[in-house]
Every structure is written in structure tokens, then in C-alpha cells.
């Protein structure tokens, strides 16, 4: 904690810029949680999840501090991810079809293409 | 097997895989009130409790305000909840019989679950807690998003959740004075060292936890694997050191590690450091064939049994009471 109390500091600016491009800082409070950015730099931690997403721009920047990278490929809860889910089953199609025409395998490409419009025209689950 | 009595090859020793989960659209425990606390963890417990799985009937609750400091502490030392839940009264902590699965609720996330096992089995322990979390998400909707994946109090753990990792003895590397050098090497590719008992803690007994410190922008697998390639190469290492101490040194090392099995088997009294380096020396010498392991304890399951407040147990012992009864304990078990 002590190690990120340093890091927050870091964002000092971001705090500005924050301010010029959406409003004042200190209006701006988390609606489940009622965190504000001030408590998360104070704490190294947010409140709530839904923290991530009222402070949208400077969480990414965090995330790319600790992490070097903002977005999220791993397991997908089946419940709260379902959308996501086929979301990512048609950007996989996709790119296997890309690597399937890169290699001239027409066969597969074509099978895959099937697959991708019959997801995208019909109901997504 | 619980963690502390498989010893694996005596290098890579066991193995554990987090995951730390939280309720939608509900403030993280460390600011909720006393009775939100309470009704959360009773709704999360119920999840595995309530449960048609199996798990049901394997886990056993414990609520941490009804639990002894010395309860709490012993719990901690077997690695079953966090130094931090020591000091709560609020939350709860599920266990099953054999000791290999933990869920803390109220921790830093609502859900911190955990499996720990000996040996070297970081696919079979990731495939158990992803079955466990899918049980718990039939009754409860996590807090996940597209974009940031598993959103969590700290950003350190943000995304998949997951911290895998894995305990490795490690005395021919600083015996030969490398650990220093073979850890730093790994320290820019997204892996952490610790030691025994976490962030913060002391590699006493050459005992180091090597896990992944990003979590997010790889998968679980991604993550395991990258885990498994450091370890692997780290564990390469320490043989070699110790191939390089028996063949140059070997009076020496066997010098060392007798003296230090001497000072277990005679000692009257004996502080929990001094008993930690000089238990990790016999747990080399056996694993080396320079002393039988015929002992009714393994070495790590002494250092486990005889840290501080374990060998108190319910007893309020004073320091020296209590390395007294420290060296009696291992002179016994060794």
C-alpha cells in the first residue's frame, strides 16, 4: 500500500485534467459507493466496482501504471458476461478466418465465414 | 494433501491459485457497515453452502468473530486466511475437510478463494477454483466489466483476479550467495517474490512464493503459464547450485547441515527463526540423501507447527516458555 500511496502521486496531473474535462473533482462521486477520486488516491483502493467505471479515464491509467495493459482477456462470468461472451466467440471467428485466408485455406475460411454470419444474423446469446 | 506434507522434489514445494471475486453494484468491505457485512457474507456463504454441488457438504463456516486471536492466528500460519482477517471480527472464512480450499469472505474483496496444495500442480489447482467460482456465480452476479474484466477493491488484481503461485526451497541458491541475482533477473517480466507468508514477509528457511503480479491484459492461462516458465527455470538453477555444492564442498555442506540437525535433535530451547533456517538445512540434507527422512514430521510441516502462536495453541506461553516447548516439539517429530 505503501508502494501505491507513491504511485497515486504519480497522477497529481491527471487530477487536472480531469477537472477541465469533465467537472470539478470534488462533485464527482461514485453513485453506488459515493467515492470520489480524492478517497482512491488517499487509499489506493476504490469503493465499489462500478468506481472503475465512474472514473473511467483515470482508472485506465492506473491499470496501464500496474499492469501495462487496460483490457481484460481472461475468464468471462457466465451470468454478467453472456453478451460479452459471444462478443468475443465472433472476434476469435473472425480472426481465425483473417489466418485462414492468409494461408489459403479457403475450405476453412469458408466454414468460418458461415459460422460468423449465422451468429451475427441471428439472436446473440 | 495439505500443503505442508508433500514435499514435490524438494524444490517446488506446493502451490496456490487465487481468486478474488466481489458482488455487483455493492461497496467493497472496507466500507460497509458492521450489519451489511453481515448480511453479505451470510448471502455469499450460502452460495457454496446452500449449493446443490458436492462442496456443500465438504466446506465447514467459520465466522471470525466467534474465533480466538490464537484460532484466527493458527489459521493463518496453515495459510487458510490472511495475516489481515487476523485483526477483523467482521466476515467469515469457509474450509474444506482436508484443508486444500479457503474462501474468505470479507476480506479485501468480498470473495478471496483459494486453493492450496502440495506439490507442483498449478493446472489441477486453476481448474478446481474455476469450478468452485462457477458454483458460487450460479447464486450471485459478480462485479465484471468488458473492458477491466473482474473489478476488484485493489487495482493490483483487477481483471482475471487471478494470483497463482508457488513455494519454492530455495537454500543452495543462498548458500551460494545467487538468490539475490536469479530473483531480480525475473523481476521485470510480471512476477513477484515474497516469502512465506506474503507481501512484506521474510524468505526465512529459503522458503519463496513466486507469483504473477499482472493480472490483467493475459488470461488465467497465460498467466500459468508464464508462472510455470519462471518457476522451471528458477528450480533449474537451485539443482544446479546444489550439484555445485556437493561436488566442490561436499565436507562442508554435509558439515553445515549435520551441525544444524544436531543443534534440532539436542537444543532446549530454540527461537522460531533460529528453528526456520535450521529446519530448511534438514529439509536439504534429506532431500540431498545426507540424513533419512524417518522423522514423524516433515521439516516444513515443523516450521509450520512450531511458528509462534501455533505452539502456544490455546496456552498464554511467555517467549522462553514457548521455545522451550518449541525444541521439545521438534526433538520429538524431527
Redesign the interface.
Known amino acids: 500500500m505503501d508502494l501505491f500511496s507513491e504511485l497515486f502521486g504519480m497522477f497529481d496531473d491527471f487530477d487536472n485534467m480531469f477537472t477541465v474535462n469533465t467537472m470539478p473533482k470534488e462533485t464527482k462521486k461514485c453513485p453506488v459507493c459515493g467515492y470520489g477520486w480524492n478517497d482512491f488516491n488517499r487509499t489506493g483502493k476504490f469503493g465499489c466496482g462500478e468506481c472503475y467505471k465512474t472514473f473511467k479515464t483515470g482508472s485506465e491509467r492506473v491499470l496501464r501504471q500496474v499492469h501495462s495493459a487496460s483490457e481484460h482477456s481472461g475468464k468471462i462470468p457466465s451470468k454478467s458476461g453472456a453478451e460479452v461472451k459471444a462478443k468475443r466467440r465472433l472476434e476469435e471467428l473472425r480472426k481465425n478466418l483473417k489466418d485462414a485466408v492468409a494461408r489459403e485455406d479457403y475450405e476453412t475460411a469458408a466454414q468460418l465465414h458461415a459460422e460468423i454470419k449465422e451468429i451475427e444474423g441471428g439472436d446473440i446469446k | 494433501m495439505i500443503w505442508y506434507n508433500d514435499l514435490n522434489d524438494g524444490i517446488i514445494l506446493s502451490t496456490r491459485i487465487r481468486l478474488a471475486r466481489?458482488l455487483?453494484?455493492?461497496?467493497?468491505p472496507?466500507?460497509l457497515k458492521k450489519d451489511e457485512k453481515e448480511k453479505i457474507t451470510e448471502t455469499l456463504s450460502d452460495s457454496i453452502m446452500k449449493s446443490n454441488s458436492t462442496l456443500s457438504k465438504d466446506f465447514k463456516l467459520y465466522n471470525l468473530n466467534e474465533m480466538s486471536p490464537v484460532e484466527k492466528t493458527a489459521m493463518a500460519e496453515e495459510h487458510l486466511i490472511s495475516l489481515e482477517m487476523i485483526k477483523s471480527n467482521d466476515g467469515a472464512v469457509l474450509v474444506n475437510t482436508d484443508k486444500t480450499m479457503s474462501i474468505m469472505l470479507m476480506e479485501?474483496d468480498h470473495i478471496r478463494l483459494q486453493i492450496i496444495k502440495g506439490g507442483y500442480c498449478l493446472d489441477e489447482a486453476f481448474d478446481l477454483a474455476?469450478k468452485v467460482d462457477?458454483v458460487m456465480?450460479e447464486s450471485l452476479?459478480?462485479?465484471?466489466?468488458?473492458?477491466?474484466?473482474?473489478?476488484?477493491?485493489?487495482?493490483?488484481n483487477?481483471?482475471?483476479g487471478?494470483r497463482a503461485s508457488v513455494m519454492m526451497h530455495l537454500p543452495a541458491l543462498v548458500m551460494t550467495g545467487n538468490i539475490t541475482r536469479v530473483l531480480q533477473s525475473f523481476s521485470g517480466v510480471?512476477i513477484a517474490v515474497r516469502g512465506l507468508y506474503g507481501e512484506g514477509t521474510d524468505a526465512e528457511g529459503a522458503l519463496y512464493q513466486i507469483s504473477n503480479s499482472?493480472?490483467?491484459?493475459?488470461?488465467?492461462t497465460?498467466?500459468i503459464e508464464k508462472l510455470k516458465t519462471v518457476v522451471e527455470r528458477i528450480s533449474e538453477m537451485e539443482k544446479q547450485a546444489r550439484e555445485y555444492l556437493m561436488k566442490n564442498r561436499a565436507d562442508d555442506l554435509k558439515d553445515k547441515l549435520m551441525r544444524s540437525y544436531g543443534i534440532l535433535k539436542y537444543a532446549v530451547k530454540i527461537t522460531s527463526k533460529e528453528a526456520k533456517n535450521k529446519l530448511s538445512e534438514v529439509m536439504l540434507a534429506q532431500n540431498m540423501g545426507i540424513i533419512e527422512s524417518d522423522g514423524k514430521m516433515t521439516p516444513l510441516e515443523l516450521i509450520v507447527r512450531t511458528a509462534p502462536s501455533v505452539i502456544s495453541g490455546e496456552e498464554s506461553l511467555t517467549p522462553d516458555e514457548r521455545d522451550k516447548k518449541r525444541a521439545e516439539f521438534i526433538k520429538e517429530n524431527l
Open positions: 466481489n455487483d453494484k455493492t461497496p467493497f472496507a466500507i479485501e474455476d462457477n456465480e452476479t459478480y462485479a465484471f466489466d468488458e473492458k477491466f474484466g473482474y473489478l476488484t477493491a485493489c487495482p493490483t483487477v481483471g482475471t487471478l510480471g499482472v493480472t490483467l491484459g493475459l488470461s488465467e497465460e498467466i
